[in-house]
């Protein structure tokens, strides 16, 4: 990846600013002033090029870039699961893997999502989601934002988001339009 093109769009840091090096996914903050270029802005994340290399910044860090943090999700008092479900596998198209612009569910990597109603009237939400390749530094990461989107929704409680391997991914398990995306079809 040449890090940023004629359509990337600079910036200088606000304030500090936690960041994630991408693929490592070692966490760093980067200091007040810094400037760079933001390569991705796709999920309510951002994907930005600074001094030769890829970091992901959180939704929750836009106001350092000058950038609007995501708006709150709402949920009708009425909602059912299956309201619910639907918003879940909405706020799964807003993970991205900070080098392909394709959201996770589009590039295949959710392999199950289901949901449990607590005695409290809340819900808990399970889903299974796997990797391109095994050994991506990300992965860690891709699963906190699943984890951290999926318990912005209104009476979700809890989500457990499980990294699996089995069955191994393929380029057979992305959409259409992910193929297209990425020049595979």
Known sequence: ?????????????????????VPQG???????GQIGYITQALGGSFTVYVDG?????????????????PEPIEVAADATDEDVEKLAWDQLRTVFDPEIPVNVVDLGLV??????????????????LTLTAPG?????ILVDDARTKLE?????VEA?????FDPPWSHSMMSDAAKLETGML
Request: proline letters at 5%; a negative charge; charged letters at 25%.
């Open 152 to 156: 912005m929704i209104p009476t979700i």
């Open 53 to 69: 290399n890829l970091f992901r910044i959180a939704g929750d860090d836009a106001d350092a870039l000058g950038k609007q943090p």
């Open 1 to 21: 990846m040449s890090g940023f093109s004629l359509s990337s769009e600079p910036f200088t840091l606000l304030r500090d600013c936690n960041a994630v090096m």
């Open 160 to 164: 457990d988001v499980d990294l699996v």
């Open 111 to 128: 392999y199950d999502l289901s949901l449990e109603q607590t005695a409290e009237g809340q819900r808990k939400v399970y889903v299974k």
């Open 136 to 140: 991506c530094g990300m992965g860690d």
């Open 26 to 32: 070692e966490v760093i903050t980067l200091p007040a």
